[in-house]
């Protein structure tokens, strides 16, 4: 089983702030990985998807699906949905299987009515200034809270993944000699050119 406390310390120090967002992701992540009875992945053989989006709250929710899982975006086994919500499916590449998490809307509701968000961050306040005083007490909530208060697991269910092709293949741009792969590349006149060039034609 895997044990969320055991990943807070360096969860906050990959995050680089604390809040109650990331320690959120630990918990959800950490329930998916013992629902599916995996381990932490250290290639690819897990994938996460986050229906997170962008430029909204509570996106450090990924971080800490990031550091507890090993499914990382340098591996490509974490992706975003763009759903703009909270829930994490993670799916075991060797046998299929997946399974849904989802923080509850009622305990985050309650943490968007702290004084970490009202007087804090809706104010403008970086993360990083908020008091410990403050944040303290909700990443201390997270962390201890039962599954059954803060987050929904579906039941184990049949996910047919299709390993997409690695790819390789790659080349010098002819304009700025950096290193492009080939699928991203593009042919101007004569030259092989990366995006960032060919649009200077």
């Not at 680089?16 to 013992?34: D, F, Q, S, Y």
């Not at 800490?64 to 949905?81: D, E, F, L, P, S």
Request: some cysteine; hydrophobic content about 35%; glycine content about 8%.
């Amino acid at each position: 089983m895997i044990n969320p406390k055991d990943w807070l310390e360096f969860g906050q120090k990959f995050h680089g702030h604390k809040c109650p967002a990331m320690p959120n992701g630990l918990r959800v992540a950490a329930a998916a990985m013992n629902a599916l009875g995996v381990e932490r992945t250290g290639d690819s053989a897990l994938l996460a998807l986050v229906d997170l989006g962008e430029d909204h709250c509570a996106t450090c929710f990924a971080d800490g699906v990031q550091v507890i899982t090993g499914c990382t975006m340098g591996k490509g086994n974490i992706k975003k949905t763009h759903k703009g919500k909270w829930a994490v499916t993670l799916i075991d590449k060797k046998t299929k299987r997946a399974v849904r998490v989802t923080p509850k809307a009622e305990a985050m509701m309650a943490t968007k009515e702290t004084p970490f968000f009202k007087e804090y961050r809706e104010k403008g306040v970086p993360p990083t200034q908020v008091p410990d005083e403050v944040v303290e007490p909700l990443v201390t909530n997270v962390m201890n809270a039962p599954e059954e208060a803060i987050m929904t697991i579906s039941e184990v269910f049949d996910y047919d993944y299709q390993e997409p092709p690695h790819s390789f293949a790659s080349f010098v741009c002819d304009d700025c000699g950096e290193m492009v792969v080939e699928k991203y590349g593009r042919i101007v006149g004569d030259k092989k050119v990366c995006i960032d060039c060919a649009s200077k034609y």
